[in-house]
Structure formats: structure tokens, C-alpha cells
């Protein structure tokens, strides 16, 4: 099993719907969680970062964290097609190594 | 400013040619690092340095050799690389040595003939 669990997708949405992202961990000590976006052929962009449980807001993004589940989403809302990338997530125990998840490619279709 | 810059942005090399990559960042960020990405994977941890002291080296092969010669250079040397080492190489920085906000640059990609 790994650490870290994203579905690799792909996901496919129309223009303007919200698009939900999501990852499962096993690591209890993990207390900094973050989002990365990553365009093709591109270094990955920091989206989110939340540290411990809770909700978080940029713009028409949000950044959930349950750490009694150990899941944490990404919302997307009004999705555009210029957020098709794949999305990363990422998280730490707060000494210096991430873990990635697999990523998410999306797609929004005009 | 959140910058994290890359040089060269490709390189193609050959198994017997030695080359370097470069990465800047002017953030004041204390924490650097290396990463290596293979199309489809997520970024694969090379190493850390910490402070301008290498922190972490996972595992890296020899024919891969860091530096960092100040706190906001850092470099990759490569030497006798094979093909499979072709990848998307990313340096990426972060505030404190606690590491976990961490801003990458776009890459260098790196094509072993």
C-alpha cells in the first residue's frame, strides 16, 4: 500500500462544473498538506498549502483537510479550461520530504 | 516573489560528456533541492541541502553530484550519465529547514544519448 493514495484519473469535465480532487494517506504524523498544479512539460506550481486539519479558500479554489479520515480534497470551482493540468498532491511531516500522491490529470472541455 | 529559476531549460548530452545544471532562487529561502520526474510519476526527492550543508541524499548514484556554492545557487553536476537518467529535473526552495512549503522551478529537460 502506498503512503500516499491518488486516483491517476483521467477526469473529464465540462467548462463551469466544480471539479473535485481527492487523496487517502496512512501516515498519521503527516501534518503539512499541499496541492500542485502541473502543466505539461512544466515544474509543479503551489496551489494550496494547509497545514493540519481544516478548510482553506484561494479564489475558486479550496483546500480540505481531514486528518481523522486522512483524506484531503481539492475543490475546484467555475473550472476553465486553462486548469487542465495534472494536480499533485503533497505531504510532509514537516522535515523536509514530501510525499507526492500519483497526480490527477484533468481535463475541462469548453 | 516566488521564483525558482533553471538553467540550461533542455540539455541533451552523451553517455561520456559532463554537464551541470543551475538553479537560482532569491527568496532568501534557506532550504534547497533536487528532484528528479519521469513522465506520468510524481517528482522523486535527489537530495536537500539545508543551510548550505547537503541534509539528504536518497540514495542518488554517484555520476550525480551536488553543490551548493551560497544560499541561493545550487547546482547538479552530471557525469556519465546513462539513458534511463533522461528525466524533467527540478530544483524547488523553501523557507526554513522544516521543508514543507516548497516552491519549484520549471526544470531542466535532461535528454542522455
Known amino acids: 500500500q502506498k503512503e500516499v493514495e491518488q486516483d491517476p484519473g483521467p477526469l473529464s469535465v465540462p467548462e463551469g462544473a466544480i471539479v473535485s480532487l481527492n487523496c487517502t494517506y496512512s501516515n498519521s504524523a503527516f501534518q503539512y498538506f499541499m496541492w500542485y498544479r502541473q502543466y505539461s512539460r512544466k515544474g509543479p506550481e503551489l496551489l494550496m498549502y494547509?497545514?493540519?486539519?481544516g478548510n482553506k479558500e484561494d479564489g475558486r479554489f479550496t483546500a480540505q483537510v481531514d486528518k481523522s479520515s486522512k483524506y484531503i480534497s481539492l475543490f475546484i470551482r467555475d473550472s476553465q479550461p486553462s486548469d487542465s493540468a495534472t494536480y499533485l498532491c503533497a505531504m510532509s511531516e514537516g522535515a523536509q520530504k514530501l510525499v507526492f500522491g500519483q497526480g490527477t490529470r484533468l481535463t475541462i472541455n469548453p | 516573489d516566488t521564483e525558482v529559476t533553471q538553467t540550461p531549460k533542455h540539455l541533451v548530452m552523451g553517455m561520456t560528456n559532463k554537464k551541470s545544471l543551475k538553479c537560482e532562487q532569491h527568496m532568501g529561502h534557506r532550504a534547497m533541492y533536487w528532484y528528479k520526474q519521469k513522465a506520468k510519476k510524481p517528482p522523486e526527492l535527489m537530495f536537500v541541502y539545508s543551510y548550505e550543508k547537503l541534509s539528504i541524499n536518497e540514495s542518488v548514484p554517484s555520476r550525480f553530484s551536488p553543490e551548493c556554492p551560497n544560499s541561493s545557487l545550487l547546482n547538479l553536476h552530471l557525469h556519465a550519465l546513462q539513458p534511463e537518467d533522461s528525466a524533467l529535473y527540478l530544483c524547488?526552495?523553501?523557507?526554513?529547514?522544516?521543508?514543507?512549503?516548497?516552491?519549484f522551478g520549471p526544470g531542466t529537460r535532461l535528454t542522455v544519448l
Open positions: 524547488a526552495s523553501s523557507q526554513g529547514a522544516g521543508g514543507a512549503e516548497q516552491f
Open positions: 494547509t497545514y493540519s486539519s
